[in-house]
């Protein structure tokens, strides 16, 4: 087979140490917002206590972050073209940053609240544009090393995550899970204003305010029921129904109009490209199992297995080990063509699915750190074979003019994945825990041998210090069971949708020369 025609290269391809600073500062502010997500999940329970709010206040320092993110990600490419690329990217690590120093300082939970929602304005920025920024800084030549980059921030970073939350928590107060991002944000910032070059001049363009409006109430509004949805029992509360609602009404009226707008703030026209829109949908895919795992795997070692909030990152950090040594090998096979990017990307959902069922066969009570390393082994060899892969075939098969745009669905869609992932894996651990229970608290009779010989060692079955303890050796197998449920649901929905991966096309990157 003859090579394709290679491309000329962009002006924006950077070499030599340009490309190393840049690359630092494109990837140091991925990992800011990254990381720092994780971070919060692992304090919340500590911001919680110190506060003296509720869980489902508490939420809200994750939920208000979210709703934010996801409403920035997409309008990415309109406010690029505006303001210019690292002004822009610049500013969004600026505002991150001074966001990340208020929420340290925040006097209250309600200014916390606050400062996190506009922590996740900034911190929408920075995704989809580094995946942009990377490819361009790259060329097209040498997309499995720039997306082999981006993979790292990526995929490593919500690992690394749990395990400086766990040691801040552990060592430190939680305040420190926003100031450790001050001295990370100045550098990247620093950086990109000094070196970073725009791929176009900022323009004037006029914002359709009507589709931006309808694009946050259908978002935002999404958001909102997939993070409050199982703890206000879905649609039999009247928020739940007005807020899907209100979801429904916003995303299609914002279709309707950004199709007939002249201006739209999203170009929604390269939705047509089937690499762009087969990927976004695999990319959901992605996002169901790279979040839903980082969910609910520390809340077993912690909750049930008793693991410190350090160890229980720890355990996470062996699956960013196993990603971070397989992503280079990946990233050179699929840059240079040798591995069909179709056939990596599909024996990474494969292996993701079979590392999750696996890992719910060890979800026990007496499970140990060593009875849960090959599964993250198996998962994290799986994460490395899809994302470069599948990053080629979406970001690298476009034309330049609609990278921007087609970073921007690709990243949202992952976002969106996770956020599904956490509300279905949520519903599937609580209603899992109920079920068990009553399962298990129905064979628990004193007909039972096992049973009554128990109560009779801990002082007799009208103890009532014997009852309770038994009760609650119930709960906890249920919750352990409950664990288990949603490991399977995640390898069952990863493979189920494997097969996605045959829509895609072969890029055409994959046919010329690497170096």
């Known amino acids: 087979m003859s090579a394709l025609p290679q491309k000329s290269e962009s002006p924006l391809?950077?070499?030599?140490?340009?490309?190393?600073?840049?690359?630092?500062?494109?990837?140091?502010?991925?990992?800011?917002?990254?990381?720092?997500t994780t971070i919060v999940n692992v304090a919340l329970p500590n911001i919680q206590g110190n506060f003296g709010v509720a869980v489902d206040q508490g939420a809200w320092i994750v939920t208000g972050y979210i709703i934010a993110n996801v409403i920035v990600i997409p309008i990415t490419p309109w406010l690029q073209g505006r303001f210019g690329r690292r002004q822009y990217f610049t500013a969004s690590i600026v505002i991150f940053t001074i966001a990340s120093?208020?929420?340290?300082?925040?006097?209250?939970?309600?200014?916390?609240?606050?400062?996190?929602i506009v922590?996740?304005?900034?911190?929408?920025?920075?995704?989809?544009?580094?995946?942009?920024?990377?490819?361009?800084?790259?060329?097209?030549?040498?997309?499995?090393?720039?997306?082999?980059?981006f993979a790292m921030g990526v995929i490593v970073g919500p690992a690394l995550g749990p395990v400086l939350g766990g040691f801040i928590t552990d060592n430190f107060t939680w305040r420190w899970a926003f100031f450790i991002n001050l001295p990370v944000g100045i550098i990247a910032a620093t950086l990109t204003l000094l070196y970073m070059r725009?791929?176009?001049?900022?323009?004037?363009?006029?914002?359709?305010?009507?589709?931006?409006?309808?694009?946050?109430?259908g978002l935002g509004s999404m958001q909102y029921v997939l993070d409050q949805g199982q703890q206000d029992d879905w649609l039999s509360n009247?928020?739940?129904?007005?807020?899907?609602?209100?979801?429904?009404?916003?995303?299609?009226?914002?279709?309707?109009?950004?199709?007939?707008?002249?201006?739209?703030?999203?170009d929604l026209h390269v939705l047509k490209i089937r690499q762009v829109a087969v990927g976004s949908v695999l990319g959901a895919v992605l996002g169901i199992s790279l979040y839903g795992s980082i969910l609910v795997l520390p809340q077993y070692l912690q909750n049930s297995l008793g693991f410190t909030a350090t160890l229980s990152g720890l355990t996470i950090l062996v699956r960013a080990l196993s990603v971070m040594l397989f992503t280079p090998l990946t990233a050179a096979l699929a840059g240079r063509g040798i591995v069909d990017v179709r056939i990596s990307t599909g024996i990474g959902f494969v292996l993701l699915g079979i590392s999750n069922w696996l890992l719910a066969g060890v979800t026990t009570p007496e499970s140990q750190f060593g009875t849960l390393v090959l599964s993250l082994v198996i998962s994290g060899i799986g994460l490395s074979q899809i994302f470069v892969p599948l990053s080629i075939a979406v970001i690298g098969g476009v034309a330049d003019k609609d990278v921007a745009s087609t970073s921007a669905?690709?990243?949202?869609?992952?976002?969106?994945?996770?956020?599904?992932?956490?509300?279905?894996?949520?519903?599937i651990l609580v209603r899992g825990v109920t079920y068990h229970q009553a399962e298990l608290a129905a064979s628990e009779t004193l007909g039972r041998p096992a049973t009554a010989l128990y109560l009779q060692r801990e002082g007799g079955?009208?103890?009532?210090?014997?009852?309770?303890?038994?009760?609650?050796?119930?709960?906890?197998?249920?919750?352990?069971?409950?664990?288990?449920?949603?490991?399977?649901?995640?390898?069952?929905?990863?493979i189920g949708l494997a097969p996605l991966v045959l829509l895609l096309r072969k890029p055409r990157t994959a046919a010329v020369a690497v170096e």
């Open 461 to 494: 079955e009208r103890s009532t210090k014997a009852l309770i303890k038994l009760e609650n050796m119930v709960g906890a197998q249920a919750q352990v069971l409950a664990y288990a449920d949603t490991s399977r649901w995640v390898a069952i929905m990863t």
């Open 119 to 149: 922590q996740g304005l900034g911190g929408g920025g920075l995704i989809s544009t580094s995946q942009a920024i990377l490819r361009d800084i790259f060329g097209v030549h040498r997309q499995g090393r720039a997306q082999g980059v």
């Open 409 to 427: 669905f690709f990243n949202l869609s992952r976002q969106v994945g996770g956020s599904v992932a956490t509300a279905i894996l949520v519903t």
């Open 13 to 36: 391809v950077e070499h030599g140490w340009r490309l190393a600073v840049i690359t630092v500062a494109v990837i140091t502010a991925t990992l800011l917002e990254i990381v720092d």
């Open 101 to 116: 120093l208020m929420c340290g300082l925040a006097p209250s939970f309600s200014a916390l609240v606050f400062w996190r």
């Open 238 to 266: 009247a928020a739940i129904r007005t807020f899907a609602g209100l979801a429904i009404l916003g995303i299609i009226s914002f279709v309707l109009w950004t199709l007939r707008s002249r201006r739209p703030v999203v």
């Open 198 to 217: 725009n791929p176009t001049k900022p323009r004037a363009m006029a914002l359709d305010w009507i589709g931006l409006a309808l694009l946050a109430m």
